[in-house]
């Protein structure tokens, strides 16, 4: 009698980099291969980057869809661009609309800002794609056409979520087929998404805001309790933004000004380079503790001072000068773990892929329905997932990132780019909320202070700080260093082996006789491919 498909892994195993002259990365296979096969086809890695991550709505429903916000920073002929498409809260959402609250709900109709995804994706193609834009949707239409097997970490992802959102308005009808979350292994097609996708490829993305798709979403919105109207929808327009940069040992790190949390990885970066990180050692408890601290004083100040810059009063230049990073770095003791607060600066489920090409241009790229599945509002007959992303508004009457009307909440996905001496060195993300920002500065310290390569930099242990402040980190990280940092004061948690808690990094890095070094995450099911 055969025996039932074993989707364990008990084995440790190590992915290797791919080098070549045009390359892909990201979380999920099928979808890096989406872009490669745009690069075959005579495409640049715009045309790779836009066609990876519309097939990752198909192919990682779990973390994002077609109803989410994207943020890009790409280098093109030695500039580096930064676009923002990051959408607006409903004209209804006034501060008495969440009377009676004391904090933003988690799900449904009342987490769901305008999605800037779509339209990001035009605004890209029309300022740097070669291809056809219709073109770009081909793999990702025969995918949810045709279908693919489901993989065990999708469907692990999957099975933890859908409990939660069964409930809200269209899931269950998308994503339960006979009641329950697909098993590892399962065949998954999605035809009314194929049918939505070839509707945005044939109208440039207008009919999600300004016909029929739009329509759709506003109708559903008034039958089932949502705010947000055809006019919410059409008044969003991309934007295209100067990044912000902090310099590390000859590096610099550029992020995607605010209303993203970018800023946060630059302060932290900022406040490390008056410490001596070479000396400590690189896996060691004194490099490990700085950097947990150095992040806890910077997502202070983020959550305090950050939200739509109209509303800020604070400017990320106050935020990023140097004497001010210095006053903070002065706070962190080397011997014991502080609680962090704010300073006071003068004033004045997401999924991530980057892509390159022989001709030098570089891509990274963030899109994200926020938390897995986002709100759990699905449109009935388009595979239109809506994001939660209101979900990051404070209700605090007064505070910078009060709920509003027609306003950008704080917003945590962040592309990252590294040049040095003004020429481009690596493009690369680390995907998962709150993950983000705490991942750029881990990996941009790996780098610059000790010239890790990007598979490896990937691979090493890594922390994340939460409210509490609780400091989770990875079960390889060596016993010695976490009682080390549990002596100090710092209240660690271990994380099980298998948790996905700690994002999933995709980097590329140029190599200095031509050609790119490209590293996917173990941690998740990503491949990185080129040629």
Request: glycine residues 10%.
């Amino acid at each position: 009698m055969s025996q039932p498909f074993d989707w364990t892994f008990p084995y440790a195993s190590k992915k290797m980099p791919v080098l070549a002259s045009n390359t892909v990365a990201t979380s999920q296979p099928l979808a890096a291969q989406a872009g490669l096969r745009m690069m075959l086809a005579g495409g640049n890695a715009v045309d790779s980057a836009i066609a990876t991550a519309i097939a990752l709505t198909v192919v990682e429903p779990v973390m994002n869809g077609i109803g989410g916000d994207m943020f890009t920073l790409v280098w093109h002929e030695g500039k580096l661009y930064g676009l923002n498409s990051s959408g607006r809260s409903p004209a209804a959402w006034t501060p008495e609309y969440f009377a009676g609250r004391d904090t933003m709900p988690p799900t449904g109709w009342g987490t769901v800002t305008v999605p800037g995804q779509v339209a990001g994706w035009k605004a890209l193609h029309e300022r740097f794609g070669k291809l056809p834009f219709a073109q770009l949707f081909e793999p990702a239409i025969e995918y949810a056409e045709r279908g693919f097997p489901i993989s065990p970490t999708i469907a692990r992802q999957w099975a933890t979520q859908a409990p939660r959102l069964a409930k809200e308005p269209g899931f269950a009808q998308a994503f339960l087929p006979d009641g329950k979350a697909p098993e590892a292994g399962q065949w998954w097609r999605f035809p009314e998404q194929a049918r939505t996708l070839r509707d945005i490829a044939d109208s440039g993305g207008e009919s999600f805001y300004r016909g029929a798709l739009a329509e759709k979403i506003a109708a559903y919105a008034r039958e089932t309790g949502g705010a947000i109207t055809v006019d919410d929808l059409a008044a969003h327009k991309p934007e295209w933004v100067e990044p912000i940069s902090q310099g590390f040992r000859g590096y610099r790190l550029h992020e995607i000004p605010p209303n993203g949390q970018g800023i946060s990885a630059l302060m932290a970066l900022g406040m490390l380079e008056q410490f001596d990180l070479e000396s400590m050692g690189r896996d060691s408890a004194d490099y490990y503790h700085v950097s947990i601290e150095a992040m806890k004083l910077a997502f202070a100040d983020l959550h305090h001072h950050i939200a739509d810059p109209a509303h800020m009063r604070v400017n990320a230049a106050a935020l990023l000068d140097p004497a001010y990073l210095a006053e903070r770095a002065r706070l962190i003791s080397m011997d014991r773990a502080a609680t962090p607060l704010a300073g006071a600066p003068s004033t004045g489920g997401t999924v991530y892929l980057t892509a390159a090409d022989a001709q030098g241009t570089m891509v990274s790229f963030i899109q994200s329905n926020y938390h897995g599945f986002g709100s759990g509002v699905v449109v009935p007959g388009t595979g239109i997932s809506l994001h939660n992303r209101g979900l990051n508004f404070v209700l605090t009457p007064g505070h910078a990132n009060q709920v509003g009307p027609r306003k950008q909440p704080m917003h945590t996905i962040i592309p990252a780019f590294l040049s040095k001496d003004g020429q481009p060195v690596m493009s690369f993300g680390v995907m998962g909320g709150s993950m983000q920002a705490q991942g750029h500065l881990q990996m941009t310290t790996r780098l610059a202070a000790f010239g890790q390569n990007p598979q490896a930099m990937s691979d090493a242990p890594r922390f994340r700080v939460e409210n509490g402040p609780v400091v989770n980190v990875e079960a390889h990280l060596p016993a010695d260093v976490v009682q080390t940092l549990r002596d100090r004061g710092h209240n660690v948690a271990v994380a099980p082996a298998d948790s996905l808690e700690f994002g999933s990094a995709q980097l590329i890095q140029r190599l200095p006789g031509g050609g790119y070094i490209a590293a996917s995450d173990s941690r998740r099911d990503g491949q990185a491919v080129g040629f």
